[in-house]
């Protein structure tokens, strides 16, 4: 893979969080470079900062201190309307549990951030239409979410992220409520969009399977970057 100046880049993130009177050092300075096109996973215990970091790299969460250069921008310059609306242009997002507005279907679900972003409802409608079609389900583009599987509800969540065509995807442990079928199927649809879209993902797992197969390995243990490995990992 050529890489060329990061898509994103963290400069010595710190995250504390304060608890009473005690304060949590959560993240230890966290350095990170992220190339377009790449599949990066990111992996370590529960509790070592893997959601906080991603809540970072989102710009859901603002770091104690240290910097985050998204193209170059320095992000957390912005206020926090610019923010917000940078977040929702450039940034998609796939949690564990799906979050679908239970009074939407499939295809309404799916359009919310594009309306937010206030792009044009006939464009949105027919790219939403297009996105089931990618991931499978053009045929339950009108069932709302608790007429779906919990496979078929991540993947509605994924064409959500996806809509408003962001620079990069960011997944936290996305197959962890799936079985292990519907965990395979998400899996593939995700490398199917890195390969269709050359989409970067950054995907925060403790399913080992996926995180081998991603370009890059990174390992947080105690706050800090403990391994950052191409290709595979040691299991």
């Not at 923010?83 to 359009?111: C, S, W």
């Not at 792009?119 to 499978?136: F, H, T």
Request: net charge neutral; hydrophobic share 40%; glycine share 8%.
């Amino acid at each position: 893979m050529a890489k060329k100046n990061p898509l994103l880049l963290t400069d010595n993130i710190y995250k504390n969080y304060q608890l009473g009177r005690s304060s949590v050092e959560v993240l230890k300075g966290i350095d990170l470079e992220i190339y377009e096109g790449e599949i990066v996973a990111v992996i370590g215990p529960s509790g070592v900062g893997k959601s906080t970091l991603l809540h970072i790299l989102g710009v859901l969460d603002r770091p104690s201190s240290g910097k985050l250069y998204i193209n170059g921008d320095d992000i957390f310059l912005y206020d926090d309307k610019k923010l917000a609306n940078y977040r929702n242009k450039t940034i998609g997002f796939v949690f564990q549990f799906h979050h679908l507005l239970p009074e939407f279907d499939a295809l309404e679900n799916i359009m919310l951030p594009g309306m937010i972003a206030g792009l044009p409802k006939s464009m949105l409608r027919e790219r939403a239409e297009s996105l089931l079609n990618d991931v499978g389900l053009s045929e339950r583009m009108h069932h709302r979410p608790n007429e779906l599987s919990g496979g078929e509800q991540q993947r509605v969540a994924v064409a959500r992220a996806i809509i408003n065509s962001p620079k990069l995807l960011l997944a936290d442990e996305p197959s962890g409520n799936l079985d292990r079928q519907s965990a395979k199927a998400l899996h593939e649809l995700f490398w199917d969009l890195n390969g269709n879209l050359n989409q970067t993902m950054v995907l925060v797992t403790h399913n080992l399977e996926l995180a081998k197969k991603a370009d890059r390995v990174i390992e947080l243990f105690d706050g800090r970057v403990a391994k950052n490995k191409l290709n595979h990992i040691q299991c």
